[in-house]
């Protein structure tokens, strides 16, 4: 089953901050956030196993709430660059390097 | 070292038809997965191969299959192309160690399949 993003989009001006959330129906072994261009292929951004645990590098970082079977991705001070396509990917528990990827989320970054 | 290449970068096809494309992943890398991305349905999951070994396979009818050489190289079929097959196929490398998707994945460009 895709896991479900929300928001669909969202455009910031530069230096705000946003949440991107992706949820399961399924328990989840691991998330897995990626950042597409238009035209790009899609750049890994972090992967969260379960066990709860927050990552983050620069000023984006991500959580992870296996209970609630959802992760979170989080920018703070919005850039210009930070604009594309945010994809979470999940693996199920006990699915075996099988992923599934949600629709995205559009965020643009306006000045 | 090189990124994932993926040949051709662009393929117009007619209804029927069959293609086949290639990705060769990053150097050392011995898994490659392969997904199909449309504006409707997002990235979906094709399949996945390990040395030479399909190790998951995703809900495609079997139109759609795959193989992987000694070198990691993989390829992937359609046969008897429809209109909806038209997407951007994406391939993947990891090192294929890790438990499932444990470990970093890393996109190709990509190759952009029209179905007239």
Redesign the interface.
């Known amino acids: 089953q ?1 896991p479900v993003q929300s928001p669909q989009a969202v455009i910031l001006r530069e230096g705000e901050d946003a949440v991107i959330n992706c949820s399961s129906s399924k328990a989840l ?2 998330v ?1 956030w ?1 950042r597409q261009k238009h035209g ?5 951004l972090m ?1 969260l ?1 379960k066990g709860g645990e927050q990552k983050g590098h620069d000023k984006i970082s991500a959580s992870f709430n296996e209970k609630k079977q959802q992760s979170s991705l989080y920018l703070t001070a919005s850039q210009l660059s930070y604009s594309g396509t945010y ?1 979470c ?1 999940t ?1 199920v528990s006990g ?10 989320t559009k965020l643009q970054v306006i000045p | 070292k090189a990124g ?1 290449t993926q040949t051709p970068r662009y393929l117009i096809k007619t209804r029927g038809q069959q293609v086949t494309l290639s990705c060769s992943p990053i150097s050392g890398h011995r ?1 490659v ?1 392969w ?1 199909q991305q449309t504006p409707g ?5 094709l399949f ?1 191969y ?1 040395s030479e070994t399909q ?2 396979k ?1 809900n495609f009818p079997g139109r759609f299959s795959g193989r992987q050489f000694s070198n990691s190289r993989s390829e992937m079929n359609v046969s008897t192309l429809e209109l909806g097959d038209s997407a951007l196929y ?1 391939c993947a490398s990891g090192p294929g160690q890790g ?12 190759t952009r399949l029209l179905v007239l």
């Open positions: 895709q072994y691991s897995h990626y790009e292929a899609p750049i890994f992967i196993l994809f990917g693996e699915g075996y390097q099988k992923v599934t990827f949600g629709t995205g | 994932v898994s997965s997904y349905q997002g990235l979906q999951f996945e390990f190790r998951n995703g994406l438990r499932g998707f444990f470990e970093t994945q890393y996109f190709g460009p990509g």
